[in-house]
């Protein structure tokens, strides 16, 4: 064999091999396009980040100021409403809750307006609901208050950009825990106000996106990622824009350089995956939040006490009561309530009551025909145009009246059966 034969079969024998120098040119471009995609996610941060402190807020802080802050350490409150307490350090403890109830309250003389931004520091029970009361020199007599989203897990930001409510001069400042703590301390270490800067909106936007909220129907076909409140910056957006000027980025670069396409599809890959897994780990954080809460609320308990436990537990027992009177379970029952439109209470007690067939038709009465003998009209809560008679037997909502025996009585509603009509209401 001569020495050209032997040559190209040696070439021919090792271009399919790895490690080779065939395959360091893909190799190389895929190198090149993490290095792109990773430089153009990097860029894309920074100018989406220096637009997020400004992002559905009226004005902007300035830049350079020093902005004022006032601080208190949990020494400097007194627990208002507490079972038991304690100073640990500079920690203000709260170890016993009293009715559900936790407050922890400030004198001081405090300019409001200079102070948009709060900086809490506190732990306490996953299941506890955290606000913000406050009394002006202005208004001695009205209580003002804002929820805390995200409180209670160390420290988190909070902004009150609403200067109708946020404004004059606080005398007194208190935080509030309301709920089942399940033995868990409350521990408050410090209550900072601040002025208005750029880390100061980062952090509460950043302490909104972790603070969960309640669930929406609407939750199972879009993840808003916070709360439900006016100005909110949303992490779907602000990613989906981060996302967005990375890629364009990448693509510009491609562009530019002519690079090959296994260049082009790796920085694509990484600016569209990466702001992705970002969101995925945000929605499993608020997920890991909702199964904490679930536990505490439900965990280790009987059957009686998840049920004690449940938000609507009320209405649930009413909504047996209620079955319980009723002549056969699929009778017709016409469910009225003073709310114009979907209302919990209504709409909850409507699901417990069946198999009843349940008639949501509003707050009045209906016309003759279509409430027939046998059916029954359920009052739920203060109704102040209907009045009853019970020597009589009336019922009347100011327009028409019917033939009626209330058989039940409760401060939750009130239960009649109809058992004809009477006419409509005589004008005075």
Known sequence: MSREQSAQSGIADGAGLPGTAHDAPAGRAVGVGALVGLGALIVAAVFAGLLLPYWGTPA?????????????????????????SQIEGTAQIIHTLLGNE??????????????PFVRLELTGGASLRYFLFWRTAEQPEQQFFAPLPGAGQGVS??????????????TTVAIGAFGDAAGAPIILRSLGFHGDSRWARIASVWTLWHAGGSWPASGINRYMGTPLQAGAVFPVAWIGLWAFLATGMAVLWVLWRRAGRRTAITAALLTIFLPWLLLDRLWQAQLERQVALTYAAFGDKTQAEKHAAEADADLQDYAARIRGMLA??????????????????????QFHLLPANVYNYGSRLLAPGEIRRGDYVLALGALPEFQYSPRERLLSDGRHVYRARRIDAHPLGNLYLISGYAGTASTP
């Open 157 to 170: 930001w909070h902004a009150f950009p609403d200067p109708a409510l946020w404004s004059g001069t606080a």
């Open 60 to 84: 902007a802080p300035v830049t350079g100021d020093t902005p004022p802050a006032e601080t208190f350490d949990g020494r400097a409150f007194s627990p208002t409403r507490a079972g038991s």
């Open 328 to 349: 056969t379970p699929d009778a017709r029952v016409v469910l009225l309530h003073a709310s114009e439109g979907h209302n919990h209470d209504r709409l909850r007690l």
């Open 102 to 115: 936790a407050v922890f309250s400030l004198t001081t003389r405090l300019p409001l307006q200079q102070f």
